[in-house]
């Protein structure tokens, strides 16, 4: 079940309007701030957390005529590719692009793939697209990415510009024990 973020963390702030994901319990319940900086997170499996994670990506790709970019760190080789296929069974439209680091990467390695998707990200806001920024938790705990993010889309300046980026940090992890970068998210969607 999806579950509405206790205080201390913050709501979308009223500087911020809420991207329609035509999903009801996240539209009502827990509105993804667009252009804004969202956590996904969840310690277990089974709960629906990818499908949800796929179903945003459809909810652009259909309702805003947009793109989604997906960055991460592959824990073993062919990750990526089973993570392409096992979204396209789910529906997926092809408009994902993909990219990958491994997990061994040094961090300069990882702030080199976060620059690649920024930049990817930006020339599709640029092009008029309403563009999702999945970026795994892994990759986000690096030092520097989430402040990276902020400064390039996940903040309300960006929001009221005719395309947005709105970016999906998603991990498995429990609220209150969460890595020190996530602290100061726009909004924080859990599934217990």
Do not use: C
């Not at 592959?74 to 997926?92: K, V, Y």
């Amino acid at each position: 079940k999806i579950v509405a973020p206790p205080p201390p963390w913050p709501r979308p702030q009223p500087d911020y309007p809420l991207l329609q994901t035509g999903i009801k319990a996240v539209d009502l319940l827990t509105p993804l701030p667009r252009g804004g900086l969202v956590g996904h997170f969840s310690p277990l499996a089974g709960v629906g957390f990818s499908v949800l994670l796929a179903q945003y990506i459809n909810s652009v790709i259909e309702l805003h005529d947009g793109h989604a970019l997906y960055l991460g760190l592959e824990a073993f080789d062919g990750f990526g590719a089973g993570l392409q296929l096992s979204w396209q069974e789910l529906g997926i439209n092809p408009r994902v692009t993909y990219l990958f680091g491994s997990l061994q990467d040094s961090t300069g390695a990882r702030l080199q793939l976060l620059a690649r998707g920024l930049a990817a990200a930006e020339a599709k806001r640029q092009a008029g697209q309403e563009t999702l920024l999945l970026v795994d938790s892994k990759l986000a705990a690096t030092p520097g990415v989430v402040t990276q993010l902020r400064a390039n889309g996940g903040d309300a300046s960006t929001a009221s510009l005719p395309a947005a980026i709105t970016t999906i940090i998603h991990g498995h992890h429990t609220v209150g024990a969460l890595p020190e970068p996530f602290s100061d998210l726009t909004t924080l969607i859990t599934f217990h």
